[in-house]
């Protein structure tokens, strides 16, 4: 199946239709959700993940509340809007979706403009990740292998993804590119949702769990680290899927280039540095299950951070659809 084939979120006939990604390798199923409240449990329950896809969900649902008396629309507006705010805190595009859709409300949007609106933040994702693609491929040298974990790819973005993005330019342009996939616990993005898709695109993949990346660079199977991002903050400290911080310490440990890849939309220029950046606790649940099935005592106490912070130092570049930014990231995000 072609590239583009995977449309983890549309808009038809009024529903917002959301592939569910917790089915997902075994399941291909979707829910269509006609109101904004079936939207916000799907972005709280990963049904619908990854930053900026969940940006493009919180705008459809935004465009669903919209609907109805023209005279209410802001009202419903905002109601919603706070609903979406509250699903997943550490997704900087999250946020940036929400206000961008109110402040077109608060101009005056009928309901058939915000869902063009929500539509047009779809579309830009695409182009967006296009753009991230073209400009990071040529940091992959020929026949390198690339770590990645979680999933930024398709199923995480309204387009070919930001990680992955990289990855598919630089196989699309003739390169000798394979991955390495941390499977990512305790949800297991890398293992279900990245190796599917890399499968389906013919890109050489090997799944191995998070504990081996250490081994793997150090018997020279890595050439580079690249990650996704859910909010990266204006000196570069970078917010993304637990386990991202301790791949970018043994990369410095093994001599290993180390890249963020993301949106300008996940960057947040009103925050100094990672510290502030909200992180996300999930349910002990999901730590003390593996795919669904117990695996702790079931009364064991569990600490489930869904993020870390890499502080800048460790981030060699940071991939946007403006180009490759570097070191000092105050001067070069804001730029
Ligand atoms: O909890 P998730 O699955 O939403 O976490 C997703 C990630 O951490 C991704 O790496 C990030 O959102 C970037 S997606 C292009």
Redo the contacts with the bound molecule.
Sequence with gaps: MPQSAIRPIEWVDGEVVILDQTLLPHGEESVRCTRVAEVAEAICS?RV??????GIAAAYGLALAARGDEASVMGRVTRAADLLRAT?PT?R?LFWAIDRMVSRAEAGATADELLREARAIHEEDAETCRAIGDHGAPLIPQGATVLV?????SL??GGI???LAIIRAAHRSGKSVSVLACE?RP?L?GARLTMWELMRDGIPATLITDGMAGTCMARGMVDLVI????RIARNGDTA??IG?YSLAVLARHHGLPFYI??PMS?VDLSLADGSAIPI?ERGPEEVRSFSGSPSAPADAPVFNP??DVTPTELVAGIVTERGVMTAPYEKSLPA
């Design positions: 990963l993940r990854g930053a900026p896809l969940i997943r997704a595009n974990i979680c999933n930024a790819g995480a973005t993804g930001t990680s990512t949800l993005q990650a996704g991002a859910d993304n899927k991202t890849a993301a996940t996300e869904a993020f």
